[in-house]
């Protein structure tokens, strides 16, 4: 009798440590297997003259997350300076804007040696040396574009997009413009404590 019930009971028992386990590693951030092998604190830009137009608004976005992200843990503090030249692929990370072609704005990664780190379509990649974000002409909002790419810079991915589906009805920066009805409600323009908490779990 004892010995049966014992083995019901360690079953149970190990599931519940196991699921325990994944749900307090799952506890903020919804892309993860997504961390960055590049710190955030330091990261060189670059205003391609064809989004010089923007150079204000880029200014302002990094601005912005710098000062919200100020109190997280030190290596995800956003830092950054202004470059006017850069040597692509060698670290410190680097952003570079770029004028979009195909209408929307996106960011794309490429890795130490140049090479593409992802199919282009801007889905978040730990491995990036430099980022490339390409912004639309005639943006109505820059900044508010700027900081949601960032936001994936930094490693964040659309809330209702993520494959937990738990974070689906969270405020965040990272609700595109173009977001289906069901989720523009809880777009932000700044990065929220949600948003921040998400960069702060990445750099651990
Ligand atoms: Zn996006």
Redesign the pocket.
């Known amino acids: 009798m004892r010995k049966s019930k014992l083995r019901f009971i360690l079953p149970l028992f190990l599931a519940i440590v196991l699921l325990t386990a994944t749900l307090s590693s799952a506890s903020i951030g919804f892309y993860f297997d997504y961390k960055p092998t590049f710190s955030i604190t330091n990261i060189a830009y670059l205003v391609d003259s064809s989004v010089s137009g923007y150079a204000q608004s880029i200014e302002d976005a990094f601005s912005t997350w710098k000062e919200k992200t100020k109190n997280n843990d030190v290596n995800a503090r956003v830092g950054y300076y202004k470059v006017s030249s850069s040597p692509y692929y060698t670290p410190p990370a680097q952003v570079v804007f770029t004028l979009s072609t195909t209408g929307t ?3 794309a990664y490429f890795t130490a040696t140049g090479a593409p780190a992802n199919s282009g379509t ?1 889905e978040p990649y730990s491995n990036w040396a430099k980022c490339v974000i390409y912004l639309a002409p005639n943006l109505s909002d820059p900044k508010a574009t700027v900081i ?2 960032l ?2 810079v930094f490693s964040l ?2 809330p209702f997009e993520n494959p937990e589906g738990v974070y689906k009805m969270q405020t965040s920066c ?1 609700i ?1 413009s173009i977001a289906p009805s069901t989720y523009i409600k809880y777009r932000s323009t700044v990065p929220t404590a949600f948003d921040v908490a998400n960069v702060n779990s990445r750099f651990k």
């Open positions: 704005s996106y960011t801007g949601h790419e936001g994936h991915k659309h990272m595109p």
